[in-house]
């Protein structure tokens, strides 16, 4: 199946930094979500994008549509302990409609 | 409104074994995904279902594998026989079509096939 591509694969940080993690993907797409999956937890949904070049803020997360429609970003500003954890983009491709695939994930360690 | 139910959260069983988890989804939604994650291959979709019926199956691994969702309010996702590489987190997530299909994931069972 589809499979997308998420990079950096994994940080360390220091809190107080900001984030930047990436996702692409070699098949366009025209919804991008943004999960977090805490420790023994599911994932849950931090952002949703629906059109390509839009740039969606959650507190301190942001996220952006690529306009290629083939990638998506994330940031996080102003880090503390609780963003650790693992990030996944997901979305369908074009004309599966609610077939959603992951990203590989990318799992965020803040140091205090 | 509970989100989505999985049970049971933990199961170890031995090798040979039939595994059955099952799946409550939040109520109303129409979408309902079965997802297996494992370090090596991340997040995998195997099944979704569309009102009750199964749309794409083509992620389940191997014919040991099955599922059913017999109505609106339950799902479930059968190994047998179960082998040790099945040993996997797996979550079940469901969506609605009229919110544009974001999927809402319960809190996973974690099997363990000895």
């Known amino acids: 199946g589809q499979q997308l591509n998420q990079s950096p694969q994994s940080m360390f940080i220091q809190e107080g930094e900001d984030v930047s993690m990436n996702c692409t993907s070699s098949s366009i797409f025209n919804t991008w979500l943004w999960y977090k999956q805490d420790p023994g937890e599911g994932p849950v949904l931090l952002i949703a994008?629906?059109?390509?070049?839009e740039l969606t803020s959650n507190g301190r997360l942001t996220a952006q549509f690529g306009i290629t429609r083939k990638d998506s970003f994330l940031n996080i500003s102003a880090s503390i302990p609780s963003d650790v954890g693992i990030y996944f983009c997901a979305g369908p491709t074009l004309g599966t409609g609610n077939q959603f695939y992951f990203g590989t994930g990318t799992s965020l360690t803040v140091i205090p | 409104d509970a989100g989505v139910i999985q049970s049971p959260r933990h199961e170890v069983t031995e090798m040979g074994q039939e595994v059955t988890l099952r799946c409550k989804p939040i109520s109303g939604h129409d979408y309902l995904f079965w997802y297996r994650q494992t370090m090596m291959r991340g997040l995998e979709l195997l099944i979704y279902?569309?009102?009750?019926?199964?749309?794409?199956d083509s992620g389940m691994p191997e014919d040991r594998f099955s599922a059913k969702m017999p109505n609106a309010s339950f799902s479930t996702l059968k190994i047998q026989p179960s082998e040790p590489r099945d040993s996997a987190v797996y979550f079940c997530?469901?969506?609605?079509?009229?919110?544009?299909?974001?999927?809402?994931f319960g809190p996973g069972t974690r099997l363990t096939v000895l």
């Open positions: 279902f569309n009102n009750n019926v199964p749309i794409d």
């Open positions: 994008l629906y059109k390509a070049g």
């Open positions: 997530a469901s969506s609605s079509s009229g919110t544009s299909g974001r999927p809402f």
